[in-house]
């Protein structure tokens, strides 16, 4: 993320059309780069917004992915410590209710 170091401004925008609120809201956000990073990216096509929105969302599930393991690992942690022959009578009890 070399790239996306310096400020970022985040300035909420809130779409109306006619009175009706849509349903997503967008939110700008800027980045300060050094000027040679600029003439490089002109020099090259690149266009900063669709790298910058990618490299955005690939943290963002990258961290989602983290939460959920450690999520995952104090769940079975819990679990655990119940016994098989736990799970075989709930299983049971269940099955004979339904």
Do not use: C, H, Q
């Amino acid at each position: 993320m070399e790239l996306f170091d310096g400020y970022l401004y985040v300035n909420l925008k809130l779409v109306y059309i006619v009175g009706y609120l849509v349903v997503s809201e967008y939110v700008t956000v800027s980045v300060k780069i050094p000027r040679r990073l600029k003439m490089l990216l002109d020099k090259y096509g690149v266009k900063p917004g669709p790298l910058i929105r990618r490299a955005l969302e690939g943290e963002v599930r990258r961290r989602r992915l983290e939460e959920l393991e450690a999520r995952a690992r104090r769940l079975a942690e819990e679990l655990a410590v119940i016994s098989d022959e736990e799970i075989v009578s709930l299983i049971r009890a269940d099955r004979d209710r339904g």
